[in-house]
């Protein structure tokens, strides 16, 4: 997958990962945060409740001296001491509850008082005990306890079997207590934590996204009308500026500098049309004088054919310099935009087919076969103009075609827009003249150039510009070049 190009998309995109990353992270944190802490609280009620219940069964194995049956000062439970079998009858405290006995016949009696029973079964929140003894073959479990406790193995530890969590102490070889709970309703609340966390995770990532693509929008969009402005300057349109809501930023300035620059472009490029205007309307005047000089000069009988020939040079190159500064006036229009140019519809194939039987005699007297497949290609434009192109075109072919070629002339539709294509079989156009064909004064080569001032194929472009159309130029695989024009579909009427 390749990455967008897009400034705009890049930094949203990058702005997007990083904000994920950041909320994930965040997210993720703090639940394994609160889930740690619900765990440690539950572990901790657990060992509190474990080491209650191995200092009760303790001082009853053998072995074991009589200590404070009942909780020392340390264990900070403040619970009343466990009474014992046969002890003083004015002793305060309630009788024990009837023992429980455990799965199995034989299984040992555990007593406990009415605040440690509060602290297992049902009503304790899930906590449960289960208690085995080597010289008792049973197990004595509390209320709410799970019946298929496995029996621990090891001294202490802790252990988790799905829902339940448990710690085991052993008191002597082969005697277990087992303190668990179940954590049902703390994982579910967990979960609906880690919920709740995810949607308002994705609640501010949607939001930072929103917000984020209009900052950048907003921030990019200088960026966006300099391109429009550029490209607008660069189609010709010398007044284009750039319009710039905060000039004080690092874009506000950087427009201001680029528009000062178009300004002085604006201001070379008139300063260049007016000088070439003027230098060419000053040119006519001495140039219409040649010409007539130099045909009064041939019309008389009595020349040598020295001073003929010298004339009839003189005559061709006043001639070729007012072709060459008719070309330049109009040229100069165009640039000034003061160029005539009507809009009516009108069809290429027509324009192509009359241009072509006007230069037969001119590709007849160089030996060169015009092919026509016309086809209609209707349009909106100037027909004169049009004719025009296609007439520069055609004789450009004709005189770089080989004594025998073909030049081929083509018309239709292609794209929603009227074309023309005109080919011949000359040597073609080195690829590195290609860019530079239709600009002024650009010369190929001397073969495709002899005679020509090189500005019809700089006025062509500069006539299909005005059409809002395009002109291309290549070479064909079998030798020879090619040109295509493609200008804008006839207006609807009505």
């Known amino acids: 997958m390749r990455a967008p190009r897009s400034l705009r998309w890049r930094l949203q995109i990058w702005h997007g990962l990083l904000l994920v990353a950041v909320l994930a992270v965040f997210g993720f944190t703090t639940a394994e945060l609160e889930r740690s802490r619900r765990m440690e609280r539950i572990d901790a009620e657990l060992q509190s409740r474990a080491s209650m219940l191995s200092r009760l ?44 006995r455990g799965a199995a016949s034989g299984a040992p009696a555990l007593h406990l008082s009415a605040d440690e029973a509060r602290r297992f079964g049902p009503v304790s929140g899930g906590y449960y005990y289960a208690i085995w003894l080597k010289n008792s073959p049973g197990m004595v479990r509390s209320g709410g306890a799970p019946a298929d406790i496995p029996r621990p193995t090891g001294s202490e530890g802790w252990r988790s079997r799905g829902n339940y969590r448990e710690v085991f102490n052993e008191l002597k070889p082969q005697d277990y207590v087992l303190v668990g709970r179940d954590r049902t309703d703390e994982l579910a609340d967990w979960r609906r934590l880690t919920g ?53 930023s690092e874009l506000g300035r950087l427009a201001a500098v680029l528009n000062h620059t178009f300004a002085r472009l604006e201001a070379v490029f008139e300063q260049q049309a007016r000088f070439t205007a003027d230098a060419a309307h000053e040119l006519r005047t001495p140039v219409a004088v040649l010409l007539m000089q130099a045909q009064n000069g041939l019309d008389d009988s009595g020349l040598t054919a020295e001073a003929r020939a010298a004339l009839s040079a003189c005559l061709r190159a006043a001639q070729r310099m007012r072709g060459l500064i008719e070309s330049l006036l109009e040229l100069a229009r165009w640039d000034a935009g003061e160029a005539k140019l009507r809009r009516i519809n009108c069809d290429l194939a027509p324009l192509a087919e009359a241009e072509s039987e006007l230069l037969r005699p001119l590709a007849d007297g160089r030996g060169v076969k015009l092919v026509l497949r016309l086809e209609p290609a209707p349009c909106s434009g100037d027909p004169d103009r049009l004719a025009q192109v296609v007439a520069n075109l055609l004789i450009n072919a004709v005189q770089h075609s080989p004594v025998g070629g073909t030049v081929g002339i083509q018309t239709g539709v292609s794209g929603g827009r009227a074309t023309v294509a005109i080919t011949d079989e000359g040597g073609g156009i080195a690829a590195e003249h290609l860019p530079r064909i239709f600009d002024r004064f650009y010369r190929a080569e001397a073969a495709r150039s002899q005679g020509r001032s090189g500005l019809g194929l700089a006025i062509c472009r500069a006539i299909v510009a005005a059409h809002g159309g395009t002109i291309e130029a290549g070479n064909r695989p079998q030798g020879g070049a090619w040109f295509r024009v493609a200008v804008g579909a006839e207006a609807k009427t009505g």
């Open 196 to 248: 709740l966390t995810l949607a308002a995770g994705l609640g501010v990532a949607v939001l930072g996204l929103l917000g984020g693509a209009w900052l950048t929008r907003r921030a990019l969009r200088p960026v966006g009308l300099i391109g429009d402005a550029a490209e607008a300057i660069a189609a010709g349109d010398l007044s284009r500026r750039i319009s710039v809501e905060e000039e004080g």
């Open 57 to 100: 069964i303790a001082p009853e194995q053998p072995g074991h001296a009589p200590e404070q049956p009942g909780r020392g000062p340390e264990s900070g439970l403040g619970e009343p001491p466990l009474p014992q079998p046969g002890g003083d009858p004015d002793d305060p405290a309630p009788p024990p509850p009837p023992p429980r």
